[in-house]
């Protein structure tokens, strides 16, 4: 009796096996899925090596000059690197969305506190601050604290490195859109790493970062990359962009004009089209409580 039912339960695991495989293997075998857009190829491009430039990096600093700025003749170069003084400098180049790599070094001689120590910053289109500040065991506002979005949003961690050591901002940065009549369409959004930590996540940025007003948004083209001189002699060394351009064919055609896309007779949904317009005003009565 125990051995026949052995071999029943055999059998058994037998059928189901013989199950599991014909149902993995319809998925196994089945056909992909295809979205319909028709992508491009993506350009390939050589990664730099220890956060060196790629290949298709603009470069804005490799340690011989800084032609590339507005302003960079009085900044003091040396061993490679760049000290600020006497000015903010400024990209002459203007960009709108952006990887952005930048390294820096607080001063080694610690002076001053808070605010005072240590200061600079970089500005993404001349008008949005990611600060640089000594924040080495230096007390200050937290929204005012290095890789802050300044006066606006603090960072996640504090991942500074001691006065005197290279540091890296990593930046990725969406520039707001403005429609016709200059109206804000969309944010700005950023996401910062500092020193490899994620400090930023891809952060709604409220508007200009001014020190004595609430931000706010004004319409503007691309911009510049600004370097901030506010008294401290804060090192700079390898810093390159890419200019962000998304691969053709990410959007799909049909969302180019929403009020000139009708839907076809068999896909027509009697209670789609006034949904929408509901959803687009929610979203502009959030967008001026922010
Ligand atoms: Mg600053």
Known sequence: ????????????????????????????????????????????????????????????FDGDNLDAWEGGDQWELKDGYAIAQKRTIQT???FGD???????????????????????????MGRYEVQILDSWENETYFEGQAASIYNQAPPLVNASRPPGQWQTLQILFTAPRFDDDGELESPAYITVLHNGVLVQY????????????????????????????????????????REIALTPGVH?????????????PE???????????????EAEDEDTNT
């Open 252 to 264: 799909p055609p049909e969302e180019a004009e929403p009020e000139t896309a009708e839907p076809a």
């Open 1 to 60: 009796m125990a051995r026949i039912h052995h071999r029943s339960i055999r059998s058994c695991w037998g059928l189901v096996a013989v199950g599991l495989v014909l149902v993995g293997g319809s998925q196994a075998f089945g056909q992909r899925w295809i979205s319909g857009i028709p992508w491009s190829e993506p350009p390939t491009v050589q990664p730099g090596d220890n956060f060196g430039p790629p290949s298709d990096a603009i470069i804005l």
């Open 202 to 241: 891809n952060w709604e940025i409220q508007g200009v970062t001014y020190f004595n007003r609430p931000p706010d948004y004004q319409a503007h083209g691309k911009g510049p990359i600004t370097l901030q001189h506010h008294g401290d002699p804060v090192k700079f060394r390898n810093i390159w962009v």
């Open 92 to 94: 002459k180049q203007h």
């Open 98 to 124: 952006v990887q952005l790599h930048v390294e820096f070094a607080s001063p080694s001689e610690v002076r001053g506190r808070g605010q005072g120590r240590g200061n600079s910053g970089v500005f993404l």
């Open 267 to 281: 896909e027509a949904d009697p209670e789609a089209e006034p949904e929408a317009p509901e959803a687009e005003d």
